[in-house]
C-alpha cells in the first residue's frame, strides 16, 4: 500500500512556499523602484536649480590678438563655479574647453581664452554649478555669442 502526504499538509506547503516567494518578490521591488524613486528626485532636483537658479549671459565676446576675452554677467541666485565652452569656426568646426574660475551670483566678469582666436565665429558657455557637493553641468542653460553660420568672425576689443 502506497502513501503520499495528506492533502492538509500539501496544502500547507503550497501556501507556505507562496508567502515566501511573495516575500522574496516584494523585498526585490521595494529596493527596485526606491533607487529609481532616488534617480527621479536627483534628477529632478538638478533640473529645478539649472532652470530657477541659473541665469546668465554673454554681454560681449571678442578678438585681442590670439586670445578672446567674454564678459559674462551671473543674473541667477547660484554661484557658477566653472564654464565648459565651445568655439565655433563654422558649425561643424568645434574646439572645447573649459574655464576654471567662479562667477559669483549676480557678479559680472570678463574670461581670457588664451591661444584660440583664429577664426572663431561663436562662443557658446555652458555653467558647471556645484549641488549637494557634486559638480553638475547644467546643459539647457547655454548662452552663445556671434553667427557660426555666418561670414564674420567676432569682432575685435
Known sequence: MKRG???LIATVLLLGFTIALAAVIINWGQGFTK???QQTEETSNIKIACASDVAFGISLAC???SDIKVTIKNDGAKNIEKFSYRLYNSPSD???GSVNTSLEAFG???YTLTGVAAGVKEVEFVPVIILKGKQVTCSSNTEKYGDAEGTATLSSC
Open 5 to 7: 502526504i495528506s492533502p
Open 35 to 37: 533607487g529609481i524613486q
Open 63 to 65: 578678438v585681442s590678438g
Open 94 to 96: 568645434v574646439s572645447t
Open 108 to 110: 559680472i566678469k570678463t
